[in-house]
């Protein structure tokens, strides 16, 4: 069974500070992989995506992603209480067209 | 772009009746839908896959008669729960994806959800 495993949090940090947040996937065929925020009540947004080992930036997020660890993180610079959410990594399978969720990370960012 | 549009976004009702629920591609064409449901503090659950013109494939556990999904044209799928009871209340939410040459990298665009109470 293909898993994408989070660390449900919650996670505090101040504000200003960077928050890191972590997904691992089980399933080594993944292509394609995704961080949603949700906010309490309402539905997901897209907020980052990225496809190859590295690093991907836009703004105050960072997408890094290690295949051969399986692994592929979020970091938020600069935390503003504004990205108190839970933050969903979701990953694509090979030849599957929905996306696995992960659980989802809670953060709070403390003013 | 890709805007997904889902609607009612509140729905309260009587314990019995039917809903329907609409999940429209403002701006793209969606071979592929998607509907999750969310109780509180809960990750979201895939209820069911939906292709344009074709039956839609559900997860195991969701019962295909009491959730009916209709996806008759590129920019429109609706769930329908029949006969609703309480443990129906819930949150729904609809995503889609284009579905013209490789999907691989689309992200799931999702609708704003549609807030289920059955009295």
């Known amino acids: 069974q293909k898993e994408v495993e989070q660390n449900s949090g919650p996670l505090s940090v101040p504000e200003g500070a960077i928050a890191s947040l972590n997904c691992t996937y089980s399933?080594?065929?993944?292509?394609?992989f995704f961080w949603y925020r949700q906010y309490s009540g309402k539905s997901p947004e897209l907020i980052m995506s990225?496809?190859?080992?590295g690093d991907k930036e836009d703004g105050r997020f960072t997408a890094q992603l290690n295949k051969a660890s399986q692994y592929v993180s979020l970091l938020i610079r600069d935390s503003q209480p504004s990205d108190s959410a839970t933050y969903l990594c979701?990953?694509?399978?090979?030849?599957?067209?929905?996306?696995?969720f992960g659980s989802g990370t809670q953060l709070t960012v403390l003013p | 772009g890709a805007v997904v549009s889902q609607h009612p976004s509140w729905v309260i009702c009587k314990s019995g009746t039917s809903v329907k629920i609409e999940c429209r591609s403002l701006?793209?064409?969606?071979?592929?839908m998607f509907w999750y449901r969310q109780f509180p503090k809960q990750s979201l659950m895939l209820m069911a896959t939906?292709?344009?013109?074709?039956?839609?494939?559900?997860e195991q556990g969701v019962e295909k008669d009491k959730f009916l999904i209709n996806h008759a044209s590129l920019t429109l799928s609706t769930l329908t729960v029949t006969s609703a009871h309480p443990e129906d209340s819930s949150f729904y939410i609809c995503?889609?994806?284009?579905?013209?040459?490789?999907?691989?990298?689309?992200?799931?665009?999702f609708g704003d959800g549609t807030r289920l109470s059955i009295l």
């Open positions: 990225i496809y190859s080992n």
């Open positions: 399933d080594r065929g993944s292509q394609s």
């Open positions: 939906s292709n344009e013109g074709s039956k839609a494939t559900y």
């Open positions: 701006d793209f064409q969606a071979t592929t």
């Open positions: 979701a990953v694509r399978g090979g030849s599957a067209r929905q996306l696995t």
């Open positions: 995503s889609a994806i284009t579905g013209t040459g490789a999907y691989s990298n689309q992200p799931q665009h």
